[in-house]
């Protein structure tokens, strides 16, 4: 059976539920009294190895309505005349929700226990802004504009000895580092092509590479300068300088080994490399990477599925390709988007900007199955039109935080949220 | 004032109002009055462009073609004599964020590039109309499908969002009135349409003025709003002068809006303005992608443009006629990440090859150097990190910069000619990878 989960965002103190009371009273017993000595705990797995999370976000807002399908409820197709994925091309999860026809692997990896698919994600007030609600995503402080991330917070937990016996803390496969990566302590590098991302030097003369970057070294690390940016700029070419060159030193072997077939596609290009990044021991505990395109305010079937499928395919060679280079077991990767799409179709066959929709995680270290329930579709249940949440977001990223990458979800998060236990 | 100082201000000038400049385009500024040099470039109708225009002309683009409307734009703000309208292009291009992505007609968004330089310094209600109207614009944010009965609410949203109030200066239900007035506002045949049968002309109550309102007249509404003045106020002072102004200010740009809804003396108010020439506002800026490659160009006399230059400026995290949201570029320190900062390295590391091969054939550089009075490391380092960055940086990286040099490719011999060219080529790519030089 599927594991069920009813989730309370709104737990608190006195009304604890008996999950939560143990989770709390595992948090006292490993010395709730040094929150840090838990924060720097490093969770290996048999091999000794260390764990790594793979946060994708579907960037536009990702229709949930379509991806996981509730075909058993009628309302669905009142609500989707036109867009509505047919009952009988689902690929279903249960009795009452299916994936998207386009997504055959990612029903093969539900079956085989590794895809774990919460329903209904979401959180209080929901903002219909893009930038605000990635924002609320990514540094999880829905009432306030945060500065830091809820990963980056997560970093700055880490304690010192730890952080240092990593080439690298997190790694950022994106031209912009996304909000949730942006931490106190240290400035998380982003690398898009590896190609490209290496300190060159005029073709005729290699051999004064060394002389250069080590002149280039030398000026950043005592350039003393007036401006409130000196600081980000120093810091983010003695970053860029020094992550390169380990980089390329590591992924040199890691490059060759992959033999998963992977669709094209900017996507696969990013999870290849991560795959190669995690092969090559850069020891990184997070990636981030993000997927364009899921804005689909008109015209959405053709647009949507193929973004699906391009996910699904994607998804299934990186999995292939981390358990061809034996590190399946260090991978969980996290699926997002900013909202979901509203309940009813527009006219344009396409779907305005909504609420709460699913979050995917998957791996070979998930426990996998359906949590949470399905936002109801009854119009007095819709909030504005607007699927209503089930679980807070925060509660996937405790389960994340606290289970998969030992940390301390409260301090992260400020409060506790109940943990989904799909680890 | 000392002509040193002056000069230094109208440097600082023609970087913000422009993307830099070459020893001839300085000269064209020097010797003007600061104010007159803020009413040349304010008032560029006056500039003669048909060099420019003959040169494009000659170059045959093809502007069905995404590659070539991005080496057109290239072209434009690296051979305009009027770089303040290139520079407030790319502004409105930011603002109003559309891209070739979704819209996948690269005439489409040359047309809505044309709409934005006509229109960029004028009456903001009539450039908000036009792009309301735009084809690229109604395809981008779907108006295509905003019909009566089930309107499609991106282009509503985002009207005030992201061009006009600014979030939480409307509410959701704003969005659904406005998505109403907006219905039928359509592209048939690639030229905008009033498709009545698609039109609500029912009754609206939006931003608590009721009518049947059409788009236009919602227009009408948001670009009257006292609002709007202030959000592209603040806007325009981000982007021309940085983030460290004060209330008064912004309040006399916003006030200088409220008079008849211009732009330029918008510009006017920032550039005469005492924040905008204070020390503090000097290269304080991260310089944009377009800032750092064309300001290069400008500053190196490369008069060429590569055919994967949109590429690189794509690898440094700005693709023309390709924002990466609706909001455009966040630009600031969202320019700086380790690989946008490499990107940038290695553009420098390039250009300074092509450039020094060029400069092979035209004579010694030990002759050129010496006309400049250069001829040891010091004078040398002196003399590139004035021309580069104003040479404003920390005295221990000139004498690191000076001891990468080494006296060694001053001495006579073949050898040394060898390493003249090696370590200068060096010098100026360090000078280029400088936080110093990142910042405008």
């Not at chain 1, 490059?255 to 992977?262: E, N, Q, T």
């Not at chain 1, 190669?276 to 990184?284: K, L, S």
């Not at chain 1, 799409?341 to 006219?347: F, L």
Request: hydrophobic share 40%; with cysteine; glycine share 8%.
């Amino acid at each position: 059976m599927n594991p069920q989960l009813q989730s309370d965002p709104k737990l608190e103190g006195g009304k604890t539920s008996r999950r939560h009371f143990l989770a709390l009273s595992l948090l006292t017993m490993t010395g709730l009294a040094q929150p840090a000595a838990l924060a720097g705990r490093v969770l290996e797995d048999k091999s000794g190895r260390r764990r790594c999370l793979v946060v994708l976000t579907l960037s536009g807002g990702n229709d949930g309505l379509n991806t996981v399908v509730p075909y058993g409820m009628g309302r669905y197709y009142d609500l989707r005349p036109k867009l509505a994925v047919k009952g009988e091309t689902v690929l279903p999860l249960d009795g009452m929700v299916g994936l998207n026809p386009s997504m055959g692997e990612l029903a093969a990896l539900y079956k085989e226990g590794k895809l774990a698919v919460v329903q209904g994600v979401g959180y209080p007030e929901p903002n219909r802004s893009h930038f605000r609600s990635i924002e609320i995503w990514q540094t999880a402080q829905p009432d306030i504009i945060g500065d830091t991330g809820w990963l980056g917070r997560y970093l700055d937990l880490q304690d010192k000895s730890d952080l240092a016996s990593r080439m690298l803390a997190a790694v950022n496969i994106d031209p912009v580092l996304p909000k949730s990566l942006l931490a106190r302590k240290i400035t998380v590098p982003s690398v898009y092509d590896l190609g490209d991302f290496r300190f060159k030097v005029d073709s005729h003369y290699q051999d004064d590479r060394e002389r250069q970057l080590s002149c280039f070294r030398d000026i950043y690390k005592d350039y003393q300068f007036k401006g409130a940016l000196a600081g980000q700029l120093v810091k983010t070419g003695l970053a860029a300088s020094a992550a390169s060159e380990k980089l390329h030193k590591l992924t040199a072997d890691a490059a060759a080994k992959s033999s998963a077939a992977y669709p094209d596609g900017r996507l696969s290009a990013s999870l290849r490399l991560i795959a190669q990044m995690v092969a090559g021991q850069v020891g990184a505990r997070v990636y981030t990477l993000q997927m364009d395109g899921f804005d689909t305010h008109a015209n959405q079937s053709r647009t949507h599925n193929s973004l699906l499928s391009n996910l699904s395919r994607s998804l299934k060679a990186f999995l292939d390709d981390l358990e061809s280079r034996g590190v399946a077991d260090e991978v969980l990767v996290l699926v997002h988007s900013e909202f979901g799409r509203r309940a009813q179709e527009n006219d344009g066959r396409g779907t305005d900007h909504g609420a709460a929709a699913p979050c995917f995680v998957l791996g070979k270290g998930v426990k996998g199955g359906l949590y949470g329930e399905h936002p109801e579709l009854a119009a007095n249940k819709l909030v504005q039109g607007d699927l209503g949440f089930k679980t807070d977001f925060r509660s996937v990223y405790s389960a994340l935080l606290e289970d998969w990458l030992g940390s301390d979800a409260r301090a992260i998060l400020g409060r506790s949220f109940e943990k989904i236990p799909f680890v | 004032m000392t002509e040193k100082l002056k000069g230094q201000q109208i440097r600082h000038l023609l970087r913000r109002a422009g993307f830099g400049f070459t020893p001839v385009e300085y000269l064209a500024y020097r010797d003007l009055e600061y104010e007159e040099a803020v009413e040349r470039l304010l008032n560029f109708e006056g500039e003669d462009n048909s060099a420019l225009e003959a040169l494009i002309e000659s170059q045959n683009f093809d502007f069905t073609n995404g590659d070539d409307i991005k080496r057109w734009w290239l072209f434009r703000m690296l051979f305009t004599r009027r770089p303040l309208e290139e520079k407030l292009t790319l502004f409105w291009h930011g603002h109003f964020a559309t891209s070739l992505k979704k819209v996948r007609n690269p005439y489409a968004m040359y047309v809505q590039n044309r709409l934005f330089r006509k229109l960029c310094m004028g009456d903001f209600g009539n450039l908000l109309l036009a792009v309301s109207k735009d084809p690229a614009m109604i395809v981008w944010l779907d108006n295509q499908q905003n019909r009566k009965g089930k309107p499609n609410e991106n282009f509503a949203r985002e009207i005030m969002e992201l061009f006009t109030l600014g979030i939480g200066h409307y509410s959701e239900a704003d969005v659904k009135e406005a998505a109403r007035a907006f219905t039928g506002w359509q592209v048939k045949n690639g030229v905008f349409t009033f498709n009545k049968g698609a039109h609500d002309a029912g009754k609206k109550l939006f931003l608590a003025e009721s009518g049947n309102f059409d788009g236009t007249q919602v227009i009408s509404i948001l670009s009257r709003h006292k609002q709007t003045g202030r959000f592209l106020a603040a806007k325009l002072l981000n982007f021309f002068l940085g983030a460290n102004f004060d209330r008064a200010l912004l309040k006399r740009v916003a006030g200088a809006y409220e008079v008849d809804r211009q732009i330029r003396p918008m510009l006017k108010t920032i550039f005469l303005s005492k924040a905008f020439l204070s020390r503090e506002n000097q290269f304080s800026l991260v310089k944009s992608p377009c800032q750092y490659v064309v300001g290069t160009l400008k500053h190196l006399q490369i008069s060429t443009i590569d055919g994967d230059l949109p590429r690189l400026l794509s690898a440094m995290g700005q693709d023309l006629f390709a924002p990466p949201s609706v909001k455009g570029w966040d630009g600031g320190t969202a320019w700086l990440s380790s690989d946008t900062m490499m990107a940038r390295f290695n553009f420098a590391n390039r250009i300074i090859g092509e450039k020094f091969d060029a400069l092979k054939k035209q004579g010694s550089l030990k002759d050129l150097l010496a006309e400049k009075g250069v001829d040891d490391p010091r004078t040398c380092v002196a003399y590139f990190l004035q021309l580069l960055v104003e040479g404003d940086v920390p005295p221990p990286v000139v004498k690191r910069l000076e001891d990468y040099l080494g006296k060694e490719p001053f001495l006579k011999g073949a050898e040394a000619k060898t390493l003249l060219d090696e370590r200068l080529r060096g010098l100026l790519h360090l000078i280029m990878t400088l936080p110093s030089y990142q910042l405008v």
